[in-house]
């Protein structure tokens, strides 16, 4: 019978192996921590009411709102009869236009 080399029961692994497989743990542990992070972020901000559009009383009574867009500094609001509203951003009534038919 021809002589067979014994394989050791617990070779020692290469150094690009062991560094190979340490960084791929690290990546894991990091990316576990990264969506940890994301989702405890998501939840406080989305528990908290953010109030993107102020409180609008400075339109006429009655007036049907139909679009409102917010700028840095205004706010455009345009109703049912076609009227372009522009408000501050603290509500008080700058000026209105009739838009063309």
Not at 8 to 25: D, G, I, K, S
Not at 69 to 85: C, F, G, H, P, S
Request: glycine residues 2%.
């Amino acid at each position: 019978m021809a002589d067979q080399s014994e394989v050791p029961a617990n070779p020692t692994e290469p150094a690009n192996l062991r560094f190979l497989r340490r960084l791929v743990t690290t990546l894991t542990a990091t990316m576990i921590v990264g969506l940890i992070a994301i989702f405890t972020v998501l939840v406080i901000r989305l528990q908290s009411p953010v109030a993107i559009f102020p409180k609008i009383t400075a339109l006429p009574q009655g007036t049907e709102v139909l679009s409102v867009t917010r700028t840095a500094n205004e706010l455009i609001v345009v109703d049912q009869n076609r009227k372009i509203y522009l408000l501050s951003l603290d509500g008080k009534n700058l000026q209105h236009v009739q838009a063309l038919p």
